[in-house]
């Protein structure tokens, strides 16, 4: 018997340190997943059988802006990766199309098992959706800001204020309560040694948290690739 081929996987967000994050966790199952194309801040060129679309710092399902990710040529089976198991956000995805909503609390085993049970044909929901976020002491794979000592979640606030957000944005964006908001800052602020918004932003531009943009395509039949800030 002919062994199956791996998954053809996308892997998508705004920032490369993400993706290539995720990529690292795939990487022990390269005999199941093939990831061809990480993409910041770009859509997928490649064909594949899965695009797997991190929500870090980005609008939730809900938006016009993710509606983007559905519009790329051959995205396959779009999955959703995120912290935001709320099941009015796991209802719109479903209804806009994606085959998947995984919360990232799932090991990479468990993450690599859904994206085959997405391929095959089912639409996966994992772990059961509740309305609270994930908790983040399990957040997975890597995020700007994390050498620098800032948890995923802080880091995300960071980047929003970075972008010009203000607390009642940043609440709706993330699907937070203004407290645990500012709770957040509070925190980040600590960490980075400033006590203002105008110095988080300062410290956000010099530390990298804004967008990027990089197609990385790994098919070793057309491997190219292209950055740039």
């Known amino acids: 018997m002919v062994a199956a081929s791996p998954l053809r ?26 990831v061809v194309e990480i993409g910041a801040g770009v859509t997928v060129e490649q064909s594949v059988d899965v695009t797997l679309y991190d929500t870090f710092s980005e609008p939730q399902v809900d938006g016009d802006d993710f509606d983007g990710v559905l519009e790329s040529p051959d995205p396959g089976a779009v999955v959703v990766y995120t912290w935001h198991l709320d099941p009015a956000l796991v209802e719109v995805a479903l209804a806009k199309g994606c ?10 085993a468990e993450l690599v098992t859904a994206l085959e049970r997405v391929a095959s044909g089912e639409v996966v929901v994992e772990p059961a959706t509740s309305r609270q976020p994930a908790p983040e002491p399990h957040s997975p794979g890597d995020w700007p800001g994390r050498a620098e000592g800032l948890s995923a979640r802080e880091a995300e606030i960071i980047i929003l204020i970075t972008q010009g957000l203000t607390n009642n ?8 309560s203004i407290n645990s ?14 006590t203002r918004r105008s110095q988080a932003v300062r410290w956000g531009l010099e530390h990298g948290l804004t967008p ?3 197609r990385r395509v790994a098919d070793p039949t057309t491997d190219e690739s292209q950055a740039g800030a």
């Open 9 to 34: 996987v996308a892997l998508m967000n705004d920032f490369e340190v993400v993706v290539r994050g995720l990529h690292a966790m795939l990487k022990p199952f390269e005999d199941r997943v093939s």
């Open 99 to 108: 085959r998947g909503y995984i919360g990232k609390t799932v090991s990479g």
């Open 169 to 176: 944005d940043i609440a709706v964006r993330s699907y937070l």
């Open 181 to 194: 908001v500012k709770t957040y800052i509070r925190t980040a602020y600590r960490k980075m040694g400033v």
């Open 212 to 214: 990027d943009h990089l």
